[in-house]
């Protein structure tokens, strides 16, 4: 019996998660209200709730799983990309941990394990895959040749998707974090309502500053003539905000399976647990007749069950670090 301990705390959220033969029998996560006032995450703050939450997080996933701490044998832990501040706090905590328990210490990639978070539950995409990375920070295509193999093969030359979300509800006047509140009013809206850019960038890169300046200018424009604008037209508004971001993402991915001749397609992130990228995705697969992979909910956001399984795969192919090792605020997926 293999027993990993995963410990996730990149950003704003404190996770621990326990991972027994592959398998994930809990994964908690401690969220942080804090940041909801400040309209995002503060660093500073960040890092002070990560010390509150992070030993009753580790606590519960450990009587979760109905073990013990003596029954861990290696800890993972995120090691970047990420915020410094937070990252310290979960790397010193897993580096105490193993030295206490005299058991070796497995450092992960952040984004890699978004693209292993696949491989918690069935069905499981076969090697190699195409996996859209899309969060807050970061939107990736990524060629998945092997569990620690991965090819960068496209990326945001400015803002990431989530990004692009969360300042368009800005720009609308929605509470953060307002991605999943565009989600939520796009339901209602018609995406068809306001024509919105799509860059032409040239490869499998992605920009998103562009279109974010060009709903600011159509929400200015609009206001002008009618200060009730964004009260009767938030849904279609919002809707054509995710329509365009989510044809923006596919367009390139279906670019990707055309190039490349993969036709195993995944998405990981935050930004996946979008319904709207979630469908329109599906509709892709068919219409290339490729096979889609989308990962449960509790997997998209940061959490903890993904860098248990990625440190799973690593404790198996004996990749250990010592004591020395330090975070990284940035780290490439390949």
């Known amino acids: 019996m293999t027993v990993i301990l995963g410990i996730e705390s990149s950003c704003d959220e404190t996770s621990a998660s326990i991972c027994i033969d592959g398998k994930i029998k809990s ?21 002070r709730a990560h010390q509150q939450n992070i030993i009753p997080t580790v606590d519960e996933a450990i009587k979760q799983a109905n073990i013990s701490k003596e ?19 979960g790397t010193s905590f897993a580096k105490s941990f193993a030295l206490a328990r005299n058991i070796p210490l497995l450092d992960i990639n952040h984004m890699q394990a978004h693209i292993l978070a696949h491989f918690i539950e069935d069905p499981q995409p076969q090697f190699p895959f195409l996996c859209l990375t899309v969060s807050g920070g970061h939107t990736q295509i990524v060629l998945v040749k092997d569990y620690f193999d991965m090819e960068l093969i496209g990326e945001t030359l400015d803002d990431a998707a989530g990004e692009a979300f969360d300042k368009t509800a800005k720009i609308l006047g929605l509470p953060y974090p307002g991605g999943p509140l565009i989600d939520k009013h796009a339901a209602d809206g018609d995406p068809r309502a306001f024509a919105l850019p799509e860059p032409q960038i040239a490869g499998l890169d992605f920009s998103f500053s562009g279109l974010k300046t060009a709903i600011l200018y159509l929400v200015q424009r609009e206001m002008r003539e009618d200060p009730q604008f964004l009260n009767t037209r938030m849904a279609d508004l919002c809707a054509s905000v995710q329509d365009r971001i989510v044809s923006i993402l596919l367009n390139k991915l279906k670019k990707a399976v055309k190039q490349t001749g993969v036709r195993q397609i995944a998405i990981a992130g935050g930004v996946s647990a979008n319904s709207g990228l979630r469908t329109q ?35 198996l192919k004996g990749e250990f670090v010592g004591q020395e090792i330090t975070p990284l605020a940035r780290m490439a997926v390949g």
Do not use: W
């Not at 401690?30 to 660093?43: C, D, R, T």
């Not at 861990?72 to 090691?79: D, K, L």
């Open 281 to 315: 995705l599906l509709a892709l697969g068919e219409q290339l007749r490729a096979d889609v992979f989308i990962p449960k909910f509790e997997y998209c956001t940061d959490n903890a069950a993904m860098i248990a399984i990625a440190g799973y795969h690593k404790f």
């Open 27 to 47: 994964n908690i996560i401690a969220n942080q209200l804090v940041h909801a006032k400040y309209g995002g995450v503060i660093p500073e703050a960040a890092s």
């Open 71 to 89: 029954d861990i044998h290696a800890v993972a832990f995120t090691r970047g990309p990420g915020l410094l501040g937070s990252l310290l706090v």
